[in-house]
Every structure is written in structure tokens, then in C-alpha cells.
């Protein structure tokens, strides 16, 4: 098996992360993997934000928060509830992705871009995990400042966001489902 079969194999979404922040150098691989993503007709309808300052974590885990509270889903409620509640796991580099909402591939590009840098976290050793709650503060024109602030472009919805970090924790692979593959010969 090849490297980067292994490195897809191994990667999994980490929930635990130790304080230590990534690296500039890695940093700029995982926003280079997200740059050199294929997206439909290569329109690139992407921009990303990388937050890794603690007070703006801190506000968009509140607004996190939030939306979890107001989620009607018990065990999202209940999670919201902790005082340690924290949506990206204490990862210390959190990065959305938004895209142009007039681009019909642009959810998709940005879900590759994002896995792009997962795979590409794992190759340096570094945990990774899709944040979904983030890509719901902005809905119906809410959180308008903090929207600014992480210089969403006008017209972009955030798609996803991805948290980075080193690993606290090597997490289990989660069982998958058998009977999902057809080949017709
Ligand atoms: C679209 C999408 C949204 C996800 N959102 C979250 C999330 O908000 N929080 C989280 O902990 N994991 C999230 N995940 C990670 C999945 O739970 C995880 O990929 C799945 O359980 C399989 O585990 P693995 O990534 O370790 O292989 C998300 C994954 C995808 C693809």
C-alpha cells in the first residue's frame, strides 16, 4: 500500500487536542492542499478564514453554543450545556470555508478543498474534524458582526469549517457499512 492510501486509511476526526498550535509551515501546506483541490469548471469559488486567535475562537464557540441550544436535538442540547462545551475540541486552528452561493458546484468544491487539508493534516501528523455547527451561524442573516469580522466575501455561505491541531488522542476508526458497492464488469 502506497503512502497516500495509508494516509487516507489512517486519518480519522479527532475530538482531543493538546494546546500546542501548528506550525506556520504547516499551516501553509494545508491551505496550499485547499488551493490545489479540483472544483467544477476550476471556478474556485472559494475563500478561506483561518482563526486562530483565542478570543475570536472563544466568540464563535459561544455562537456555537447557541445554535446547539436551539438545535432541538437532545444530546446536541445537552453537549451545548457543559461549561467546557468547546464545538472544536480545544483545537487551537479552526479554518471555514465559504464559497460563492451563485457557483452550483460550490458545495462540493469546498467539501473537497476541506478534505484535501484532513488528508493532508494526517500526513503530517497532525488530527483534524469537520465542524458542521459553524456553517449554521450565519443562517437567516444572523451573527452579522462576526461574519465581517472573519472577511466572509458578500454573496459566500460557509459550507464547513475544519479544526487542526495535534492529537490528544489517536481515535478508533468507526465501523463501516458493507454492502454500499456496486461493480457492474
Ligand atoms: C459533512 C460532515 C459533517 C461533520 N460534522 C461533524 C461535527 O460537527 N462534529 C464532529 O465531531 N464530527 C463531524 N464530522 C465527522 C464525522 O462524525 C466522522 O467523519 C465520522 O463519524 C467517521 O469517522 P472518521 O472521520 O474518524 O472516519 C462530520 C463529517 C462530515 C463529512
Given at each position: 500500500?502506497?503512502?497516500?492510501?495509508?494516509?487516507?486509511?489512517?486519518?480519522?476526526?479527532?475530538?482531543?487536542?493538546?494546546?500546542?498550535?501548528?506550525?506556520?509551515?504547516?499551516?501553509?501546506?494545508?491551505?496550499?492542499?485547499?488551493?490545489?483541490?479540483?472544483?467544477?469548471?476550476?471556478?474556485?469559488?472559494?475563500?478561506?478564514?483561518?482563526?486562530?486567535?483565542?478570543?475570536?475562537?472563544?466568540?464563535?464557540?459561544?455562537?456555537?453554543?447557541?445554535?446547539?441550544?436551539?438545535?432541538?436535538?437532545?444530546?446536541?442540547?445537552?453537549?451545548?450545556?457543559?461549561?467546557?462545551?468547546?464545538?472544536?475540541?480545544?483545537?487551537?486552528?479552526?479554518?471555514?470555508?465559504?464559497?460563492?452561493?451563485?457557483?452550483?458546484?460550490?458545495?462540493?468544491?469546498?467539501?473537497?478543498a476541506l478534505e484535501?487539508?484532513?488528508?493532508?493534516?494526517?500526513?503530517?501528523?497532525?488530527?483534524?474534524?469537520?465542524?458542521?455547527?459553524?456553517?449554521?451561524?450565519?443562517?437567516?442573516?444572523?451573527?452579522?458582526?462576526?461574519?465581517?469580522?472573519?472577511?466572509?466575501?458578500?454573496?459566500?455561505?460557509?459550507?464547513?469549517?475544519g479544526?487542526?491541531?495535534?492529537?490528544?488522542?489517536?481515535?478508533?476508526?468507526?465501523?463501516?457499512?458493507?454492502?454500499?458497492?456496486?461493480?457492474?464488469?
Amino acid at each position: 500500500m502506497n503512502e497516500v492510501v495509508k494516509t487516507i486509511l489512517k486519518r480519522r476526526s479527532t475530538r482531543a487536542y493538546t494546546p500546542s498550535q501548528i506550525s506556520e509551515e504547516e499551516l501553509h501546506v494545508l491551505l496550499e492542499t485547499a488551493r490545489f483541490a479540483p472544483s467544477g469548471m476550476n471556478r474556485q469559488p472559494w475563500h478561506f478564514t483561518v482563526v486562530q486567535n483565542p478570543e475570536t475562537l472563544h466568540r464563535i464557540n459561544e455562537a456555537c453554543r447557541q445554535v446547539l441550544l436551539g438545535s432541538g436535538v437532545k444530546a446536541m442540547e445537552e453537549r451545548a450545556k457543559g461549561n467546557n462545551f468547546s464545538i472544536c475540541y480545544q483545537a487551537p486552528t479552526l479554518i471555514l470555508v465559504a464559497v460563492d452561493e451563485q457557483v452550483h458546484t460550490g458545495r462540493l468544491d469546498g467539501a473537497v478543498a476541506l478534505e484535501n487539508m484532513f488528508l493532508a493534516a494526517e500526513s503530517m501528523g497532525l488530527g483534524s474534524c469537520w465542524i458542521h455547527a459553524v456553517s449554521m451561524l450565519f443562517n437567516g442573516g444572523a451573527n452579522e458582526e462576526l461574519r465581517k469580522e472573519l472577511h466572509i466575501p458578500a454573496g459566500f455561505v460557509v459550507i464547513g469549517s475544519g479544526a487542526f491541531g495535534h492529537k490528544a488522542a489517536e481515535a478508533q476508526a468507526a465501523p463501516r457499512k458493507e454492502n454500499t458497492i456496486t461493480v457492474l464488469k
